[in-house]
């Protein structure tokens, strides 16, 4: 079931169980309880940023409408699926906070760039390792739904 998103939601790094890095504005995150990572593209980079900063949902497809030259329907629904799929993977909370970040201007001062639907690729391949509580040897190798 799909949860009700608005332009007025906002985010909120589950710092207790998330660690995060954007690089090359790519951003690379780990699950700490699961040690599960994850990567994003250049878009997901600039949404996880944002998320990180508190902005709200509609605040971040704005920004990612104006950057790439898209239209703010497919932005907003793009970015609205992204914070699901961060949501699902318990990277993310809904928060109750009011946003401070979503005075000011949204649009970055960059020329605009290809776009590409913001993606969360998920990877299970070093989980015991990146997990804070990994599980024991004995108990054999992590599965992945599906495998």
Do not use: C, H
């Not at 906002?10 to 090359?24: I, L, P, T, Y």
């Not at 504005?25 to 040690?35: D, F």
């Not at 994850?38 to 980079?45: H, I, L, N």
């Amino acid at each position: 079931m799909k949860s009700e998103l608005t332009d007025d939601t906002r985010m909120v790094v589950n710092e207790a169980d998330a660690a995060a890095k954007v690089v090359g504005g790519e951003a690379i995150i780990i699950n700490l309880a699961s040690g599960l990572y994850y990567s994003t593209d250049k878009v997901g980079g600039l949404v996880w940023s944002m998320v990180a900063q508190g902005a709200s949902v509609g605040r971040i497809a704005a920004a990612v409408a104006a950057r790439y030259e898209i239209s703010p329907e497919r932005a907003r629904a793009d970015v609205q699926e992204l914070v699901r799929e961060l949501l699902a993977e318990g990277l993310v909370s809904v928060s109750m906070e009011p946003s401070a970040t979503d005075a000011g201007p949204a649009v970055p001062d960059v020329q605009p760039q290809p776009y590409e639907a913001p993606k969360l690729t998920r990877f299970d391949d070093m989980a015991d390792m990146f997990a804070l509580d990994p599980p024991l040897p004995e108990l054999g190798t992590v599965r992945t739904v599906g495998s």
